[in-house]
């Protein structure tokens, strides 16, 4: 049980707790905007103002890209200590005109806080910082020494992350690791994420012509890219929905009996998920697969953007000289990245018609994750949720992937537990990406507790 | 032969004239910029104060959509009447990166003047205003009566021509019709074109999820709509090339030995038009047809453009919410429009996978068209075209479509002599777009040629 005084200043400062939030989603910290100042280094900069605060001593630490914060705290040498990590970078907000509030400027109202990173993930990343300092100022500091990881490339699926882990595991090592940038089962129900999808993430560019051409003058005399694009990348799916790069299925590990039964004891509401989706059924990917595999332990192919000649109002008869689509698959167990990737060369090669050069550039790649179901840390994290939101939570994998999972258990050696507030109708990645004020104050509970209750498995050990 | 003095005038006239076409490429008469204000307006007018000088009589006529300029001059009632066809609105700029100079500041340099319309078709409508005017100051007057069709939606498909054309079929009746909006077959081969395709311009709307998803919390489980796009566009041609829509080469009619003669015989350079184009080779469109077939003679259905997603540099990793493609069909001779619409629908309806919603706009049709290859109008164009430019033209299809040429003939029983000045290389409908001044000067020639010509083959009757 998380101590009384603990709790009660969690309640006690609900409102600042808040308006702090605040102050840090008006931080434009976006990761993908190439050439432009961004907000990324200022939301670092916040972030170490606001952990020294709480007597964390903490620092800006360079990457490849954008920095990392490391922070620590060691109240008790012989007291476990917890690696917590969250990212302070997020998605871009477009499109801005879906918005109904703009995503820089936080809107409190219907019982929840309206911005972009509002849930994904400095909402839940700061109820780590709320916990952290209501263990310092109700009860003179955390029960276990506290590692700190933020990063700010997340939502580029965080390229400058494992050679810092790697260059810094002695730094970095731990006895359990926590994380919060998941979601709830269901509104009522908490979970613990025990798998995560892997990511390759492609650009295919196609060129043509030298320049865009006259489609009546020269239509049928030149190969055109768009149509080419749309050909190669319809071949990349069987009429199964199955996909055909090569080699693509041959690592892939099936669910055994035990986890299907997990999953089919889930309150699963097809029905109501496809409306949340605004959809009439959830009808992609393989045929013969049900819902939570197609979601959780296949892998897929989508386009996530395509582009190719004249895009404006109206008519332009041409046939353009390039083509280009972002394409990324999502991974299951015990997919490599790599062979992936050279899937889609051997791909490309073999299938990019005459009259077409193709070019494929990696954007991000990470691997796919299986944690332990069973592991004192998740232990200590299930019994946190359960007394944060009154039910015990179901174990599940999600269908995303978080990078850092697979680093801390394969660099650091430690299963994490991923223990996330969101809901499921966030709409994080989305325009008007939200944080139920309830799950906000309620995961502080939760962040608050977790740390109790690992250093009482040491004690009790 | 054309009178010298009229020869000598317009040879006189060509530095003013040059500068008068340039102040005509200033205006930017784009058609398709829906919402702003726009150049079609100014462009009219400034042609009605240009015509008026010359002593036509000139008039703005309002249409369904940009209006059309009228003109005439009647000299004498028993010479024939010669109906001449231009178009003063001109393509989309973009892509403006592309362009050295400003595409609506025509800048003249090594030998030809480059803007945006300098071709197609300002600079070639303009050569008949040049020969009028030479034939009234340097001969008194036109040797025919002259009507002139200016229209303001040629690069639209000219959607508000034909009831304009229905609705004046008798202020528009004449002996002959002469329309110069084409090109040379060769850089020193002028020719006449007696066929050309039609067109279909459609645009295809999937629309799925009711915003964008996380493709790592969502992917699979739904159909994304740039997939299915990529894959329903795919599926619209087979291996060999063809168009898969139903029913769509019902009514295309095969070339005979006598047509395919006349093309066997051209001076076509197969590995200088693929270098022109900056491709290896002429790789598009139907197995088994030469590349002039396939410009010509076969229809083809070209993707002109096509969005979806995220499109800005690096990554998102999104299922979109919808996915549209600009398609358009080029139509053989008998193609019908309608009946290609309807094939469209069809197979939107028999193709598109569950959970997606299809939408089909049809911006623009054409039919294709076929003139007789000898006809008195064709015999005085053809002498004009030989006095001009030192060579009798060769007679050839062109891919493009003209749709005033098929009004021209089915409404108002005339086929039509286009005689056109452009060179292949002249960048119509792209960047840097130009029209060589010896063409120019020399087009102006054959335009007023053209008209003694006509007028000589009713004396001689």
Redesign the interface.
């Known amino acids: 049980m998380l101590p009384e005084k603990v709790r009660d200043y969690l309640n006690a400062n609900r409102d600042r707790h808040l308006s702090e939030l605040c102050e840090f989603l008006r931080i434009p910290s976006i990761a ?3 050439g432009e100042p961004d907000g990324c280094l200022q939301a670092a900069e916040w972030l170490v103002e606001r952990l020294e605060r709480i007597g964390l001593s903490a620092a800006i630490e360079p990457t490849g890209g954008r920095p990392i914060v490391f922070a620590e705290a060691s109240p008790n040498a012989d007291a476990p200590t917890v690696l917590i990590y969250g990212h302070y970078d997020v ?2 907000p ?2 801005l005109d ?1 918005w109904h509030t703009p995503p820089f400027e936080p809107s409190v109202r219907d019982g929840a806080v309206f911005a972009r990173g509002a849930n994904d993930d400095k909402g839940q990343l700061y109820t780590h910082i709320m916990a952290l300092e209501a263990w310092q100022n109700a009860a003179g500091g955390p029960p276990v020494n506290v590692k700190m990881l933020l990063e700010g490339e997340e ?3 965080s390229p400058n992350l494992e050679p810092y882990v790697a260059a810094n595991a002695g730094r970095l090592s731990a006895d359990a690791a926590v994380i919060s940038d998941s979601e709830f089962f269901a509104p009522d129900l908490p979970c613990l994420v025990y798998g995560l ?1 892997g ?1 390759v ?1 492609a ?1 295919i560019t196609f060129t ?17 890219p ?2 080419a ?3 190669v ?3 990349m ?1 069987d009429e199964a929905g199955r996909v055909t790069l090569p080699g693509f299925y041959e690592d892939v590990v099936e669910t055994d009996d035990a986890e299907q039964r997990l999953w089919s004891a889930l309150p699963f509401d097809e029905a109501g ?1 496809a409306r949340s ?10 045929a013969g ?1 049900d ?1 939570l595999q ?2 959780w332990s ?1 892998p ?21 000289a390039r ?1 280009s ?2 394409v ?1 698959t ?1 991974l299951a167990p015990d997919q490599q990245p790599q062979k992936v990737v050279d899937g889609f060369r051997r791909f490309l090669t073999d299938n990019t ?3 077409i050069r193709w070019d494929l550039t990696v ?2 790649t990470a691997r796919p994750v299986l944690l332990s179901r069973r592991s004192p840390a998740l232990e200590a994290a299930s019994a946190a949720l359960e007394e944060a939101f009154g039910r015990r939570p179901a174990m599940i994998r ?4 978080v990078p850092v999972t697979e680093l801390i258990q394969r660099i650091l050696g430690i299963d994490a537990a991923m223990m996330g507030y969101g809901l499921p109708d966030d ?5 008007n990406e939200r944080f139920r004020l309830r799950q906000f104050y309620d995961g502080a509970v939760a962040s608050a507790a977790v740390l109790g209750n690992i250093h009482k498995q040491q004690s009790s050990q």
């Open positions: 993908n905007v190439h998605q871009p477009d499109p879906k939502e580029q699926s999808r990511i993430y650009e043509g012509p030298a320049g865009d051409l006259h489609s009546g003058t020269h239509g049928g005399a030149v190969t055109n768009a149509n694009l749309a050909q990348l319809a071949a799916h998920y989706l605004g959809v009439d059924a959830p009808s992609g990917g393989e697969r819902v197609r979601r296949r897929t192919l989508d386009i996530n953007g395509i582009v190719s000649g004249y895009i404006e109002p109206g008519a332009k008869t041409i046939i353009p083509a689509a972002k990324s999502r018609p005459a009259g954007h991000s999600m269908g995303g992937s709409n994080i990645h989305a325009p």
